[in-house]
Nanobody, 117 residues
Framework: QVQLVESGGGLVQPGGSLRLSCAASGSIFRLYHTGWYRQAPGKQREMVVLITPGGSTNYADSVQGRFTISRDNAKNTVYLQMNSLKPEDTAVYYC???????????WGRGTQVTVSS
């Protein structure tokens, strides 16, 4: 079973940057889709970006051009670089992993990102 641990959240001013990290308990990138979701207060959880084992990405329109997902295979860690942050980016950010051709889906416990002046 996959364990996911997020880190890197915090308080940042509008226009600033943060990099989130998601450390996985095992080697997952070959067999799992991974990505980031977020949930703002009073709103449903939404997809931020997904990446396939082959490296194809799918970004939400709201973050396109500002956020970038990347992976470090040796560390089994996925990152989310967030630039030009806006107050509406404020949310709890969750790491996600879903095994190809299986029902197994795993979530981290989330890390809070607050964008405020």
């Amino acid at each position: 079973q996959v364990q996911l641990v997020e880190s890197g959240g915090g308080l940042v001013q509008p226009g600033g940057s943060l990099r989130l990290s998601c450390a996985a308990s095992g080697s997952i990138f070959r067999l799992y889709h991974t990505g980031w979701y977020r949930q703002a207060p009073g709103k449903q959880r939404e997809m931020v970006v997904l990446i396939t084992p082959g490296g194809s990405t799918n970004y939400a329109d709201s973050v396109q051009g500002r956020f970038t997902i990347s992976r470090d295979n040796a560390k089994n860690t996925v990152y989310l670089q967030m630039n030009s942050l806006k107050p509406e980016d404020t949310a709890v950010y969750y790491c996600n992993a879903r095994r190809i051709s299986a029902t197994n889906t795993y979530w981290g416990r989330g890390t809070q990102v607050t964008v405020s002046s």
